[in-house]
């Protein structure tokens, strides 16, 4: 009996424990949350983050989803960025927006997923500032995600702070919109295009505005990405709208010379048509088409590429345009072709490093694996293009395809 209550009293001792650490732990959380440390003060309203830790286990921390342009919803589809709108109280920044409006990277993967709610950032930054703080301010790196344009996020299921932060920066990367709904154009004031580019201006402003808050030093920005991200980080150096926005760049496996990286002039006004034919919209005029074009459904109008005829090897159909007619008042971000801005030398002239992945055209073979029929209309129609760009001489097309078979595969045809 004695030992029967000796039991009770181990499990009644166990169980108060047990709710006493519960509580200690749920007071904990919301102290937490009402940290000072975790609360930064923008332009627009207070944040609250949260802790992550990194590769090495340094505590660092984190505000997501923060929101640096209005929503690019009803009548803003198809324009340039708009400011965000200032809030009341205290701002959720612990978890990460939704993606962009997208389709996935391969070509067989054509769900379309994510909202065109979705202009935010997140920033990394080991401390942030404080009244009377000696601490020097901290460089900063702002990523832009690749993804042709079409595809792709900020956020951490690919681009985390974990290994950059066990360095003593602060990260910040971005969200901006994609594929048709980010990158159409008719060529005129209506729709000039290159709103997606747009969209990362808007952001590096909001770096330069705010990331003084979070520790940064904003005349020590670094903008870095990766294929089309290390293109657009090219773009921004000849770009007006982007000046003074940031000190150094990093292109990796993209620059703006890459074949893929611009659309010529007369394609983007032909595919905004062919994009109006299949919901039926008129092309008569651009104001007409833009304005039927906004009251489509996002997941059916970003769908609309894959029914548009293919112009390239290369999945990206919507890409960067030279803007040869704004709207009054309206920003330009590239008003003439990246080769001539190079050559007549007005461009920022900022260190820059590029780079290239070990084999990373072997993506590329993937195109490959289809039947015959695809792979003759890859070799033919779209590999010269990506060699040459625009073939002046189109019967050299077949005699240069030959070439490079020989060159890669010998005597087993890449094509039959």
């Known amino acids: 009996m004695r030992e029967k209550k000796k039991r009770a009293g181990y499990g009644v001792a166990l169980l108060f424990l047990v709710v006493c650490v519960g509580l200690i732990v749920v007071v904990y959380l919301n102290s937490a949350e009402q940290d000072p440390a975790l609360q930064v003060f923008v332009k627009q309203g207070a944040l609250r983050g949260h802790q992550l830790t990194t590769r090495e286990g340094r505590h660092i921390l984190a505000f997501q989803g923060v929101p640096y342009a209005k929503p690019p919803i009803g009548d803003l589809r198809f324009r340039p960025p708009q400011p965000a709108e200032p809030w009341t109280g205290v701002l959720d920044a612990t978890k990460e927006a939704p993606m962009c409006v997208q389709r996935g990277l391969f070509p067989s993967d054509i769900e379309v997923r994510g909202q065109e709610d979705c202009l935010y950032l997140n920033v990394y930054t080991p401390r942030i500032s404080k009244s009377g703080s000696e601490a020097a301010p901290l460089d900063v790196m702002v990523w832009v995600h690749g993804g042709g344009w079409f595809t792709g996020s900020g956020n951490t299921d690919m681009y985390g702070p974990q290994y950059l932060l066990d360095k003593d920066i602060i990260l910040v990367t971005m969200n901006y919109r994609l594929g048709l709904i980010g990158f159409l154009s008719t060529e005129d004031a209506e729709c000039p295009g290159n709103n997606g580019m747009k969209d990362q201006v808007a952001a590096l402003r909001w770096v330069r505005d705010n990331i003084v808050e979070f520790g940064g030093n904003p005349n020590r920005v670094t903008i870095f990405g990766e294929s089309a991200g290390g293109s657009s980080t090219h773009l921004h150096m000849l770009s007006p709208a982007s000046k003074g926005l940031f000190h150094r760049a990093i292109s990796q496996s993209g620059i703006v010379l890459s074949p893929w990286a611009l659309t010529p002039p007369g394609s983007p006004k032909l595919v905004a048509e062919q994009v109006a034919d299949v919901f039926n919209c008129p092309v008569q005029s651009s104001s007409e088409l833009i304005s039927c074009l906004r009251k489509q459904d996002a997941y059916k109008l970003y769908g609309a590429e894959l029914l548009i005829p293919a112009k390239r090897m290369s999945p990206i159909t919507f890409t960067p345009v030279i803007e040869e007619q704004v709207g009054e008042g309206d920003e330009v971000f590239m008003s003439d072709h990246p080769m001539k801005i190079l050559l007549s030398g007005d461009l920022e002239l900022v260190p820059w490093m590029v780079g290239f992945a070990s084999n990373e055209g072997v993506f590329f073979t993937t195109f490959l694996l289809g039947p015959d029929q695809s792979k003759a209309k890859l070799v033919e129609n779209s590999l010269i293009t990506i060699l040459l760009e625009n073939p002046e001489d ?22 039959h």
């Open 394 to 415: 189109k019967s050299l097309v077949k005699e240069i395809v030959k070439k490079v078979e020989e060159f890669y595969s010998g005597d087993k045809r890449i094509i």
